[in-house]
C-alpha cells in the first residue's frame, strides 16, 4: 500500500465499500437467516463442529474452512456470523484483485478500472459465485493478484515474488478447479514465455497443487463416481440444460468481449480464459460424463469472460469520448446502471418473487444456481419456518427419535436438532429403528412416496412444513 499513489488509494477504497455494501446488502435482507447452499450444508456446520468433521474436512482442500475455524477462535464470534463475515470481505478484496488486473495487465487509467472493477462485480457469475463458492472467491482473489503483480513482464523484487508465491499457494489450496486453473495458465504461460521466473511459479505451484490432489483423490473418486451416474447424469447434466446456462450467463457480455479479447495484448488472461471456456463446453466432448462439472466451469469462464467484456466496454467509450473530444464520465455512469440493476435484482429480490436473469429458465438451469440469492436450500421464508418446525421436534418428540428428511436440508438439521437422528428420503426405513419413533418432515403440498406397507399421519403443521408419524405394518 505504501507504493500506492494517493489518488489509487482512493479509488480502491471507494471501490472496496461498494463491494462490500452490494455484498452486505442481500445478507441483511435475509439475516438472520444465511444465504448460501453450502453456507448452510458446509461452512457453519463444518466451523460449528469442525473437530468432528475434520475427517471429511481434510480431504477436501481445507484451508478456507481452517481460516474460518481459526477466525471463529480468535474473535469468539458465532460460526453463522463468522461465514457471514468472511465471505463480505473476500468479495470487497475480490474487487481490488480486478482493480488491480485492470491496471496492471490492461494498463488503464483510474476511472476505467475502477469502471471495469464494478462491472465485474455485478455480474450474475461472480454474484452466484460468491453466493455460496466462497472458497472459490477467496482462491480467484488470491489468483487475480498473483496474475497483476506477478506476471505483468516486470522483475520481481524478492519481496514481491515470495507475496506471489504465497498467494498462488493460497490458491491453489483453496479450491481444486480454481488451483488446477492457475496451475494450467502458470505452465502454459511459463512454456510460452520461456521465463526462469514464471518457470519457478509454475513449478512450485504445481508441486502444491499436486500433493493436495493426490491427499483428496479418494473424495474426488467418490464424486465422480456419483456425478457419472445415470440417473444423475440424464436429470441434470442435459446437453439442453448445459447449453442454457451457458447463453444465460454468457450472453449479454459476448459482443463486447469479443472486442476486448481482441484488443488485449497480454495472453496471461486469454490462458484461464480458454482453459475454463474448454471445461465449460465439455459436455459436447463428454456427453455421457458430468465429472469434469461444466456448470462449474461455466461460471469461472463467465467472470474471465466478463473481464474482457469489460475491457470491450472501455474500448468503446473511449473511441465515443475521444469522437465528441471530451472525457465523459456520464457515458462510464450510464453504461454501468443495466448491469447494476440486473445484478442487484438478483441479490435482492425474493425466491418466491424473482426477477433474475435465471427465473425464466428454472426448469432447465435450477440444479446449477439458485434464481436469486435470497436462498439457501430452501428459501429465506421457509427458513424461518423449518427452524419453527425443527424447534418443536426438539419439543415434541421422544428423544431418540429418527427423522426423515431431504437432504438437502441436512445443515439445518444438523446445527438444530438436539438429541435425535436423521436420515434422508432415499434411505432404507426399517420400522423400530433402535426402538425409538420415527418421523417425517416435508415441506406441504409436495409429495413423498413410500410403499404400501407404510403409513404417515399428520402431527404438525406451519407455513411451510408438515410432520408426520410413520407407522408399519411390517418391516421393509
Given at each position: 500500500m505504501s507504493k500506492i499513489n494517493k489518488?489509487?488509494?482512493n479509488y480502491l477504497l471507494v471501490l472496496f465499500v461498494i463491494a462490500i455494501v452490494v455484498r452486505l446488502i442481500p445478507e441483511l435482507?435475509?439475516?438472520?437467516?444465511?444465504i448460501g447452499y453450502d453456507v448452510v450444508n458446509y461452512y457453519i456446520p463444518v466451523t460449528t463442529n469442525f473437530q468432528s468433521n475434520w475427517n471429511m474436512v481434510s480431504d477436501q482442500f481445507p484451508?478456507?474452512?481452517v481460516m474460518l475455524h481459526v477466525i471463529a477462535i480468535v474473535t469468539n464470534l458465532d460460526p453463522p456470523t463468522v461465514v457471514r463475515f468472511a465471505a463480505i470481505l473476500i468479495f470487497g478484496f475480490f474487487s481490488i484483485s480486478i482493480y488491480q488486473l485492470s491496471k496492471k495487465i490492461l494498463h488503464l487509467d483510474q476511472v476505467y478500472c475502477l469502471f471495469l472493477a464494478l462491472f465485474v462485480i455485478f455480474q450474475i457469475s461472480v454474484l452466484r459465485t460468491s453466493w455460496d463458492l466462497h472458497r472459490d472467491m477467496l482462491s480467484l482473489t488470491s489468483m487475480f493478484f498473483v496474475l497483476s503483480f506477478g506476471t505483468n513482464n516486470k522483475p520481481l523484487s524478492k519481496k514481491v515474488f515470495a507475496l506471489v508465491m504465497i498467494l498462488c499457494i493460497v490458491s491453489v489450496l483453496a479450491d481444486r478447479m480454481i488451483g488446477l486453473l492457475l496451475t494450467t495458465s502458470l505452465i502454459v504461460y511459463a512454456a510460452i514465455q520461456k521465463n526462469r521466473v514464471y518457470m519457478l511459479l509454475a513449478t512450485v505451484t504445481s508441486i502444491v497443487f499436486i500433493t493436495a490432489l493426490l491427499q483428496s483423490i479418494s473424495e474426488i473418486g467418490s464424486n465422480v463416481h456419483i456425478l457419472n451416474g445415470a440417473n444423475f447424469v440424464n436429470n441434470v447434466y442435459r446437453p439442453l440444460n448445459l447449453l442454457i446456462l451457458f447463453a444465460v450467463t454468457n450472453i449479454l457480455m459476448i459482443p463486447t468481449s469479443i472486442i476486448g479479447f481482441l484488443n488485449t495484448r497480454q495472453i496471461i488472461l486469454k490462458i484461464?480464459?480458454?482453459?475454463?471456456?474448454?471445461?465449460s463446453l465439455s459436455w459436447l466432448i463428454f456427453p455421457s460424463s458430468s465429472g469434469l462439472l461444466p456448470d462449474r466451469w461455466t461460471f469461472i469462464f463467465s467472470i474471465f469472460l466478463s473481464i474482457f467484456a469489460g475491457y470491450g466496454f472501455v474500448i468503446l467509450i473511449n473511441r465515443l469520448t475521444n469522437s465528441l473530444l471530451?472525457?465523459?464520465h456520464g457515458i462510464v455512469i450510464t453504461t454501468l446502471?443495466?448491469?447494476?440493476?440486473i445484478g442487484m435484482l438478483f441479490a435482492v429480490t425474493s425466491n418466491e418473487r424473482p426477477m433474475s436473469l435465471f427465473a425464466p429458465f428454472h426448469d432447465y438451469v435450477g440444479q446449477f444456481g439458485p434464481m436469486t440469492m435470497q436462498y439457501n436450500s430452501v428459501s429465506i421464508p421457509e427458513s424461518k419456518s423449518i427452524v419453527s418446525a425443527i424447534e418443536w421436534i426438539n419439543h415434541n418428540t421422544p428423544i431418540g427419535s429418527h427423522i426423515i428428511i431431504d437432504k438437502r436440508w441436512r445443515g439445518w438439521i444438523e446445527d438444530e436438532l438436539k438429541d435425535r437422528k436423521f436420515q434422508f428420503y432415499e434411505q432404507e426405513i426399517k420400522s423400530g429403528m433402535e426402538n425409538g419413533q420415527i418421523f417425517l418432515l416435508?415441506?406441504?403440498n409436495s409429495i413423498v412416496p413410500y410403499g404400501k406397507n407404510i403409513e404417515i399421519h399428520w402431527i404438525y403443521n406451519n407455513d411451510n412444513f408438515s410432520l408426520y408419524k410413520i407407522s408399519f405394518s411390517k418391516l421393509i
Open positions: 489518488e489509487d488509494r435482507i435475509a439475516y438472520p437467516y444465511p484451508l478456507y474452512v484461464p480464459l480458454l482453459l475454463s471456456l474448454f471445461g471530451k472525457y465523459n446502471i443495466p448491469f447494476i440493476a416435508k415441506l406441504n
